[in-house]
């Protein structure tokens, strides 16, 4: 395992995506930094930290037989990792579709995924995860959490890493060995409203009433509505209330 420590960089993921394509970069590859000038969210979003207080680092995998169809599952699989590694610290942590983990209904992680496609393969894949940590105070941002927020303590942050990088390299196998219905049952167990009826809204329905009950491969999130209709959403296409 090398990782590559950091004291700033824009991103992380940006910055193992050059080693990578310079061929600077092997599999299990990890590139972490104190602070990112332009760490990355989901969609362009950026993603806020204090330096020196969170984790943020990306991974390098590299896969053989990863079907782009499946591309999801990867998703899944950090995020199952990200939760269950987080549980020894907080107890309530879940998985918001499509990539955030919540403690307490507040979000503590994120998580941007970024594959290099060969034919209709995934042949490698940068995964970008930031956990907060030790900050505690988030300018605008009132539905958020940490670790130390949650335990009142501070956390080692490289042990966290090396924890949550164990977890994964023995997840990660059960993709690479195509256990999909063991990856979904893992992963609805944790999966944030799953099968709860709550409140939500977008530009065609307003605000509505449905339940979670199930994620495509592709990632689609499938609803069923009070009428008992069956809607799917995209990314972006529906907000949690």
């Known amino acids: 395992?090398?990782?590559?420590?950091?004291?700033?960089?824009?991103?992380?993921?940006?910055?193992?995506?050059?080693?990578?394509?310079?061929?600077?970069?092997?599999?299990?590859?990890?590139?972490?930094?104190?602070?990112q000038f332009k760490g990355k969210g989901q969609l362009h979003k950026t993603w806020q930290s204090e330096a020196g207080k969170n984790l943020l680092f990306s991974v390098l995998y590299e896969f053989s037989n990863l079907k782009i169809a499946h591309r999801f599952y990867l998703n899944k699989i950090v995020s199952i990792t990200i939760s269950s590694v987080l549980n020894h610290y907080v107890k309530n942590v879940k998985i918001k579709w499509p990539n955030d983990i919540m403690a307490h209904n507040n979000k503590i992680s994120g998580v941007l995924i970024e594959n290099v496609f060969v034919g209709d393969l995934i042949s490698k894949s940068i995964i970008g995860i930031g956990i907060n940590v030790n900050q505690i105070k988030f300018d605008n941002l009132p539905k958020v959490?940490?670790?130390?927020?949650?335990?009142?303590?501070?956390?080692?942050?490289?042990?966290?890493?090396?924890?949550?990088?164990?977890?994964?390299?023995?997840?990660?196998?059960?993709?690479?060995?195509?256990?999909?219905?063991?990856?979904?049952?893992?992963?609805?167990?944790?999966?944030?409203?799953?099968?709860?009826?709550?409140?939500?809204?977008?530009?065609?329905?307003?605000?509505?009433?449905?339940?979670?009950?199930?994620?495509?491969?592709?990632?689609?999130?499938?609803?069923?509505?009070?009428?008992?209709?069956?809607?799917?959403?995209?990314?972006?296409?529906?907000?949690?209330?």
């Open 1 to 35: 395992m090398k990782i590559i420590k950091l004291s700033a960089i824009e991103s992380t993921n940006d910055f193992l995506k050059r080693l990578a394509e310079n061929d600077s970069a092997s599999n299990g590859t990890i590139v972490q930094a104190n602070f």
């Open 145 to 241: 959490t940490s670790l130390k927020k949650e335990l009142k303590k501070e956390i080692n942050i490289d042990f966290l890493l090396l924890e949550l990088i164990d977890e994964l390299n023995k997840n990660i196998q059960l993709l690479q060995n195509k256990k999909f219905s063991e990856i979904d049952k893992l992963y609805f167990k944790k999966l944030y409203r799953f099968l709860k009826p709550s409140m939500y809204y977008n530009k065609k329905n307003g605000f509505f009433m449905a339940k979670i009950i199930d994620v495509l491969q592709n990632g689609l999130l499938k609803m069923e509505l009070e009428d008992e209709s069956i809607c799917l959403f995209d990314l972006k296409e529906i907000q949690f209330l």
